[in-house]
């Protein structure tokens, strides 16, 4: 690599001088006559040694086109160093995703001519482990370089193969340079080109600082997983394999059990693949019973939980006591703070110890910070070790400061979601704080109270279920009300606790009247009542009766209704429950209302309303407000009416109720309807239909489109006043809601009638009318009917 030229003559007695030009010094520079050492002439099979790029391959175009970003020449002025470091979980296929990435590199014309270097660090196989010193021997020899020449300290190796580097690519023969498998910063910095020209991909399970561009990659999503499997089974068996195919829910259950890691999912395809007459549905039992997953996903050659291990092996002893307690959490993702529970220490020091986890990808962070998640495979995997270690670990502690962290911070957010003034936790400054906390573990604090043994307890999820029920209720996570309630009362009718059985079913009634599965409701409301009338406890039938008018009125049984909200009413009354009488007499105010009992309901709310104002319970005054609003309305005393919904809004927006200030809302705009402010009642239903939309609540946003679609119509907008009308009668059908549909076919007939086309209006009143009929809401068909006659006559009139 260096041309030694020797002026003078031989044998003249002149000095000679070499002068040493051009090329690469190595070693000890031998000065003499005719001494050439040149960069190799031609690529050489050492510089081609890129490993197989596989066939199959899918899912990650996006993390290709990143990496190529970085390795492609001129890309401005040179950078210190040109390097991408791609980390990720055991298995998750950081090795193939450079190798397609150098393959697609390498057909780029002029971007690699001098080829590629490739070396496996095995960095986490402690008997493989190749240092620095190793890996440096090697590729200097796939660079030419012999053997003779190659200094034996290890700075002196780094300096020689970094200028060799350098000459080929000011020579225009720039090389990529691949470092595959790398344990430590250490292990990988000697060998990462400095020229600014010379481009390297590492790969490592752990995010290291060697002044990479850095990249994660995650697990395929199971759309790629199918996919790998379907290209895999067709790579190995042909265009015939159409096994993935024509069993596409099998398909997709293997990629969840397999979790988007594509080591499993290649495992478990060529389990396939060895027998071509095995259905998906054998390998899906296979794989079912987690307890057994590791064990059967793996080959010969490779191994998913041998893959695991060479990462876990690596842990302190206080990291793989916290990996190994993690799996005692049920939720989908961890809180620092939850995690310090688990532990048993400070969360400082969780953190650090979480973090370090997270750069081992043996975690993953959350979408927010603070919060961690464990892949499914790798929660297996940890929970096994957890239970070999369960004294070590002190398992059965960890699990207990858990639950019991959950169960009273969950107790303590509850306090300030209560409308009465009392106590407030000081755990959570404000209700805004309460609320933040909640939202961020409800998904957590549901599974833990749904969980089996041995990660659930009947304890906590029978405090969890309490403790929740208001919060799920306010934002409406009916759902999820639905499953920790049954949950509970499963429990309770284990333990044949009747007391604590009425008051699962009441609450499971309140659950599944936010679903509107009305009947349902019903019959749980009367067994609890049934209970407690047994059991002797007035107060809680009284509940009970309240709860149950409320699903009655659900069904339109308005008259049974009025006699259940009558009978809890004298309950409180007479037990002296000031508040509970208000509730009854706001909801009977409400089955009067549609009884078309107005007077009597007007009452009934303005005697609620004043309850709760001398409680200083504003929610529950606004309810009663928003009510007696509606009820106004129906006599037409407007003006009131809309003082009482404008109210009504405000206190829930102050509240932060967003579902009950969109109600009251949409009860506004039909108070100002009545009175010919459309302009303000379009905004008004606007604006609700917009919160219940968010909120995924389609009922209500039927209700408000309906209304829209009566403000429309008022202002002549007959085009838009449809399309609203449209929208809501196709909710209320898929809802299976049939008084709605028909209340909303009734307005849409108006609407076609006022654009001239009467036959479809015909049609959609004579619609109307027969739901009307089938419901029994002969004050309804009446008014369909009569539309229907008059959309008639306009068409003969016009004919």
Known sequence: MADADPRGEEGAGSPVENQISGGVFFHAVIQGRDITVQLPPQITPALSGLPTASATFIGRDE????????????????????VAAVAGLAGVGKTELVVQTAARALKQSGWFPGGVLFVDMFGYDAERRLSPERALDGLLRALGIPGEHIPAELQDRCRLYRSVLADFAKQGRRILVIIDNVSTAE???????????????????????????????????????????RQALRQARGPADTRVTDAPEHAATIARLCAGLPLALRIAAAMLSDAPTRPLASLVQALEAAHTRLDRLRREDRAVRAAFDLSYQRLSDDHARLFRLLPLHAGP????????????????????????????????????????????????????????????????????????????????????????????????????????????????????????????????????????????????YFDDWITVTTTTLAIFRELANRLGEAHALNILGCALQGVRRFGEAIDAHKQSAAIYRELGDTHSEAHALNNLGSALQGVRRF???????????????????????????????????????????????????????ELSDRHAEAQALNNLGNALTEVRRFGEAIDAHTQAAAIYRELGDTHSEGTALNNLGNALTEVRRFGEAIDAHTQAAAIFRELSDRWSEAHALNNLGGALQQMRRFGEAIDAHTQAAAIFRELGDRHGEGMTLNNFGNDLRQMRRYGEAIDAHTQAAAIFRELGDIHSEDIARNNARASRRWWRWRR
């Open 63 to 82: 993390q290709v086109e990143e990496l190529l970003e970085v390795l492609a020449p001129g890309g401005g002025p040179q950078q210190a160093v040109l």
């Open 187 to 229: 292990q990988a910095r000697p060998l990462l080109p400095t020229d600014g020209t010379t481009a390297a991909l590492l790969t490592s399970r752990h995010t290291l600082d060697v002044d990479a561009r850095l990249h994660d990659l995650d697990i395929l999503t199971e759309r790629a997983s199918v996919e790998l499997l």
């Open 333 to 476: 993702d961890l809180s620092t703070e939850s995690a310090a529970h688990l532990t048993g220490t400070d969360q400082p020091a969780t953190e650090e110890l979480l973090q370090d986890l997270a750069r081992a990808h043996l975690i993953d962070p959350g979408h927010t910070w603070g919060r961690w998640r464990l892949h499914d495979l790798v929660r297996l995997y940890a929970d096994q070790h957890g239970h070999t270690q369960a004294d070590t670990d002190q398992r059965a502690a960890a699990q207990a400061r858990l639950h019991d962290h959950y169960g009273t911070t969950t107790q303590a957010a509850s306090t300030h979601l209560e409308t009465l003034p009392g106590t407030r936790s000081p755990r959570f400054a404000d209700r805004h704080q309460a609320l933040a906390w909640l939202d961020d573990e409800r998904r957590n604090l549901v599974a833990t109270a749904t969980a089996p043994p041995p990660l659930g307890r009947p304890d906590t999820t029978i405090a969890l279920t309490s403790a929740l029920a208001g919060y799920l209720d306010h934002r409406r």
């Open 559 to 613: 008259y049974g209704a009025i006699d259940a909200h009558k009978q809890s009413a004298a309950i409180y009354r007479e037990l002296g429950d000031l508040h509970g009488e208000g509730t009854a007499l706001m909801n009977l105010g409400s089955a009067l209302t549609n009884a078309r009992r107005f007077k009597k309901a007007i009452k009934a709310h303005t005697q609620a309303a004043a309850i709760y104002r």
